[in-house]
């Protein structure tokens, strides 16, 4: 006959057994929120179902020696985007690249007791009189793109950045404190990234892109190519011909960040489309990318509470 403590022991096991069941599909539905709950856990299960389906942990984001191989398949589609016919090694220009920039698997630091903060801040107009600058500069990374200047919108954007990603048709000088990030759309960008820091003497790709530009060598970072494919196909569900610096900013935050606040995104209060920084109205559903589906998808993480939006004045 079996004891009464024994059948209590039979229980607690079995209990156990089902919980850690339990919290395993728990886990692989939402792993990705391992690492962001030290910072805020709100969403309910259907948001992180939602981000589950979208949201690859183990995505390559930014290239090194180790992770720069890319299959054919990846390869074929990323050298057609902008229908480069630069000839090169890509094997060859990979050991190139990390003989001469940071060689290392970046922002692997992550843990449930760290709470990174960034803010990624657009060019929208909608900044101006937002006075948010204070706020975004109180995040720890300021993920700015392309041409955005601080200069003179101090009280609306903020004065630091840490990272700014661009290509080289939007390339700017960068104090010593702001990581050069390349979004390379073409292996000519590559070797261009290469020539600013040594030969100079790449100035043309479809158009005049600077030979030169001022930034430091030891925080240049290069988005792997295999990430702008994941978030084409992952996120965007291959609308368009391939995604924005500004929506692939947003999903790389969310890849090095636990917390991303995001400012300078859509429309002024008028329904204007224009930068802060210039009085030009700026197509907002042309060229390359499916703007209307982008601004669903970034709506739809600011309602699920994966993000943070804050839309200006």
């Known amino acids: 006959m079996i004891s009464q403590s024994k059948i209590i022991l039979q229980i607690i096991v079995i209990a156990s ?17 391992d690492d962001w709950c030290s910072c805020k856990c709100e969403m309910d299960s259907e948001a992180n ?13 930014l290239m090194n020696s180790k992770n720069g191989a890319v299959d054919l398949e990846t390869f074929n589609w990323w050298t057609s985007l902008q229908g480069a016919s630069t000839v090169a090694n890509f094997t060859d220009l990979v050991e190139d690249l990390f003989s001469l920039f940071p060689d290392k698997d970046h922002y692997s630091d992550s843990s449930s007791s760290r709470c990174r903060r960034c803010a990624v801040v657009g060019n929208s107009g909608n900044l101006l009189g ?11 990374f300021v993920i700015r793109m392309n041409e955005g200047p601080t200069a003179g919108f101090e009280r609306d954007v903020g ?8 290509y080289p048709e939007s390339a700017m000088d960068m104090d010593n ?9 073409k292996i000519l960008d590559l070797q261009w990234l290469i020539s600013v820091f040594t030969t100079k003497h790449i100035d043309q790709t479809y158009m005049y892109v600077k030979p030169s530009i001022k930034a430091d060598k030891n925080k240049v970072l290069i988005v792997h190519p295999a990430f702008i494919k994941y978030v084409y196909e992952s996120w965007l569900q291959r609308q368009g011909k391939y995604p924005s610096t500004g929506f692939i900013s947003i999903v790389f935050a969310l890849h090095i960040c636990d917390e991303v606040n995001v400012f300078g995104f859509g429309a002024t209060s008028d329904n204007a489309w224009h930068h802060y920084f210039e009085d030009f109205v700026i197509g907002v559903n042309g ?3 499916a703007g209307d589906f982008e601004r669903s998808v970034i709506t739809e993480l600011h309602q699920k509470q994966i993000i943070m939006m804050f839309k200006g004045w």
């Open 17 to 33: 057994v089902a919980l850690s069941i339990f919290l395993y599909y728990q886990l692989s539905i939402r792993g990705f929120l």
């Open 49 to 61: 179902l939602w981000l589950s389906e979208r949201y690859n942990r183990s995505a390559r984001v």
């Open 130 to 140: 937002s006075r948010y600058g204070a706020l975004i500069d109180s995040n720890d």
């Open 159 to 166: 004065s630091m950045t840490t990272h700014r990603l661009i």
């Open 177 to 185: 404190n702001t990581h050069l990030v390349l979004l390379p759309f």
């Open 287 to 289: 060229g390359p990318h």
